[in-house]
């Protein structure tokens, strides 16, 4: 009897969303563009990829971050995901995302990472042969993605996750 007590609650929270997966997703709906983001969206190429937004959503969900805006078209991709946990995000769930979705070999690319509140994490661009990275300094050491070069003696925090 016990355990069908403890089976029925566990199941009720399961059901009422209380799970580890669905807890770590934020529900943020939409977060206002940086004017870097705003400037990618004008040059925007060409035809939707609709194929291409359906895969990039789906591994976002699998690595627990809400696809918040994904843009895609020919050659170029622009995505915004939310991550409740952003530090754990970025060290154990964003890189497999890539190579899920082979965003990096995209010709246009623009990335970018929000934590639970909307807050930037992360924003990442290749256009060409340029780039353009900001990590936000507390959880540098936790990204898949990090700078060439950092200033000679700067000391950034470890890695939360």
């Known amino acids: 009897m016990r355990a069908c007590l403890v089976a029925l609650l566990v199941l ?4 009422a969303g209380c799970g580890h997966h669905a807890a770590a997703i934020p529900h943020l709906g939409r977060v206002p ?3 870097y983001g705003r400037s990618f969206l004008v040059d925007f190429p060409g035809k939707p990829d609709a194929p291409y937004v359906r895969l990039v959503r789906r591994e976002a969900l699998a690595a ?7 843009r895609a078209a020919p050659g170029a991709a622009s995505v915004t995901l939310a991550a409740s946990d ?3 995000f970025l060290k154990h769930r964003l890189q497999r995302f890539l190579d899920r979705t082979r965003l990096a070999h995209r010709q ?6 929000v934590d639970g509140h909307g807050a930037s994490v992360l924003e990442w661009s290749i256009t060409g042969p340029h780039g353009m990275l900001w990590i936000r300094p507390d959880v540098l050491e936790c990204s898949p993605i990090y700078p060439i ?7 950034y925090p470890r890695c939360p996750a």
């Open 108 to 113: 246009d690319v623009y990335l970018r990472i």
């Open 64 to 70: 627990r971050a809400e696809p918040v805006d994904v």
């Open 33 to 35: 563009p940086t004017a």
């Open 12 to 15: 009720a929270a399961v059901a």
């Open 86 to 88: 952003p530090a754990s």
């Open 149 to 155: 070069g950092v200033p000679a003696g700067a000391k």
